[in-house]
């Protein structure tokens, strides 16, 4: 998200999507695709961009479902390794450079990557800004309202009833974050971060033009639904088929 932030122009920059195509390698390119999608989609909603932007989050992420079995395998490659390098450190832990060798040899001999976990993010971190990109800078979005809510106004310049998005947006954020860390050993430090970024995204989608939390939202409820089929439910099935002791 401090990415994302980073990456925001300014409120005035509007384009009409062919106008893309005049633009640099990367509008012309990458945003111009996504937002021909979003024009498309509300096309067929009747210029509906609150659910053009549903149907885009679905397809997109989706799309790369993929990387995020990659990543999940990964983390349960991970998380089953950890009372052998528990183990190692505690024989090791008094020499740091023979403790780094033998966990490399733990990861060779079991054949895990622990860099693998990082890298689907990084993939999709294009995609992510492509789409973040064709919302913010769409102006049928900017002149566009869903369920009374101003898509290009930023919530904190509207009705009362706005708020529900970002705090909708927080709120997501936190139960994506619970699911996780309750499937993995999560040091402290890690489980405060967990507890200020939902923070940090209210506080953001208070800025911004409200088509952006509502994307956020949706992504969110996306991933709850597919983190409940990869980390709760299987997590319980595992439970189920285990033998009695």
Do not use: C
């Given at each position: 998200m401090l990415l994302l932030s980073g990456c925001t122009p300014s409120t005035s920059h509007t384009v009409r999507t062919e106008d893309l195509l005049q633009g640099n390698f990367?509008?012309?390119?990458?945003?111009?695709?996504?937002?021909?999608?979003l024009d498309t989609f509300a096309g067929w909603f009747n210029g509906e961009y609150g659910f053009a932007i549903l149907l885009l989050t679905i397809i997109v992420r989706t799309l790369i479902l993929p990387l995020t079995l990659?990543?999940?395998?990964?983390?349960?490659a991970m998380q089953a390794l950890q009372p052998e390098l528990a183990k190692i450190k505690?024989?090791?832990?008094?020499?740091?450079?023979?403790?780094?060798?033998?966990?490399?040899?733990?990861?060779q001999q079991?054949?895990?990557?622990?860099?693998?976990g990082c890298l689907p993010l990084i993939v999709q971190m294009p995609i992510f800004i492509a789409l973040y990109n064709s919302i913010y800078w769409n102006p049928a979005i900017r002149d566009h309202s869903f369920l009374g809510i101003k898509m290009g106004v930023p919530v904190n310049e509207q009705a009362?009833?706005?708020?529900?998005?970002p705090v909708l947006a927080a709120l997501t954020t936190f139960i994506q974050s619970?699911?996780?860390?309750?499937?993995?050993?999560?040091?402290?430090?890690?489980?405060?971060i967990m507890l200020i970024f939902p923070?940090?995204?209210f506080v953001m989608a208070l800025n911004f033009p409200a088509a952006l939390p509502l994307y956020w939202?949706?992504?969110?409820?996306?991933?709850?639904?597919?983190?409940?089929?990869?980390?709760?439910?299987?997590?319980?099935?595992?439970?189920?088929?285990?033998?009695?002791k």
């Open positions: 990367w509008e012309k390119n990458v945003v111009y695709w996504f937002a021909l999608m990659k990543q999940y395998r990964s983390s349960k505690e024989k090791y832990k008094d020499n740091p450079q023979k403790q780094q060798e033998e966990t490399m040899k733990l990861f079991h054949r895990v990557n622990p860099l693998a009362w009833y706005a708020y529900l998005l619970k699911m996780m860390s309750s499937q993995q050993k999560t040091m402290p430090m890690m489980q405060g923070v940090l995204i939202v949706f992504s969110n409820v996306y991933t709850i639904i597919q983190n409940y089929f990869l980390y709760v439910r299987s997590s319980n099935k595992g439970k189920e088929s285990a033998p009695a």
